[in-house]
């Protein structure tokens, strides 16, 4: 069965700094990938994802990930993190079963302190 | 275009009573799913309609759960009898196409709690 793991249930960072939110997966065949971010009080919204093509895939908000097949991650990334950017982050994994029945990571809370 | 909308947001219930929520989905989106989060746990998915047919129902915990989309418009989820391990957050997402190029649309949640 597929799984995702994100290994930080915390990130800091200062504002204006790099982020990176840690994810690897395991699944039988060709990955699909998804990051999710969940503001307070709100659903999760949909940041990117990765099916196929480049390694380095471009979202929402300045954000981007990047799959490494070798290392069966998919960290997501931004070059200078904002105190907005303060929410709980989802990756997530298609089924094997195909379809969006999704099977997702536990979750990272990312804080951007001033 | 109105987002996927659920109710309520928050429920309180005693151990054994039952509980409906309902889901919303966008207008025209033919899949509907349900997800949960149990406490700082992971999103599991529970299951998935297409209109007002189950496709998927392998992630309902129980027969304690009833889900139900009559005329494929909304949905709900019944909890009955509610038992403590029931507490968590319930997502309800629909999508135009049960596909990986139609992603999901989450509603707020609503979050159970079981005394």
């Known amino acids: 069965a597929q799984s995702v793991a994100q290994p930080e249930d915390q990130v800091n960072v200062a504002e204006g700094n790099p982020l990176t939110v840690k994810c690897t997966y395991s699944v039988s065949g060709n990955p699909y990938l998804f990051w999710y971010v969940q503001y307070p009080n709100r659903g999760l919204q949909f940041l990117l994802k990765y099916i196929t093509g480049d390694n380095l895939v471009k979202g929402s908000y300045g954000f981007e990930a990047e799959f490494n097949k070798s290392q069966t991650s998919f960290h997501l990334k931004k070059p200078s993190a904002l105190v907005s950017d303060s929410a709980l982050y989802f990756c997530a994994v298609r089924d094997t079963g195909g379809g969006n029945k999704l099977t997702f990571g536990t979750g990272t809370q990312l804080k951007v302190e001033l | 275009e109105a987002g996927v909308t659920q109710f309520p947001s928050h429920s309180v219930i005693e151990k054994g009573q039952t509980v409906t929520l309902r889901c919303d989905p966008i207008s025209g989106h033919d899949n509907l799913y349900w997800y949960r989060r149990v406490m700082g746990k992971e999103i599991k998915f529970l299951l998935h309609?297409?209109?007002?047919?189950?496709?998927?129902e392998s992630g309902m915990p129980n027969n304690r759960f009833l889900a139900e989309r009559t005329g494929g418009t909304y949905s709900t989820l019944k909890v009955q009898p509610a038992e403590l391990e029931d507490s968590g957050v319930y997502f309800c997402?629909?999508?135009?196409?049960?596909?990986?190029?139609?992603?999901?649309?989450f509603g707020n949640g609503t979050r159970l709690t079981v005394t």
């Open positions: 997402a629909s999508s135009q196409v049960d596909g990986p190029n139609s992603p999901l649309h």
């Open positions: 309609f297409v209109k007002e047919s189950k496709q998927d």
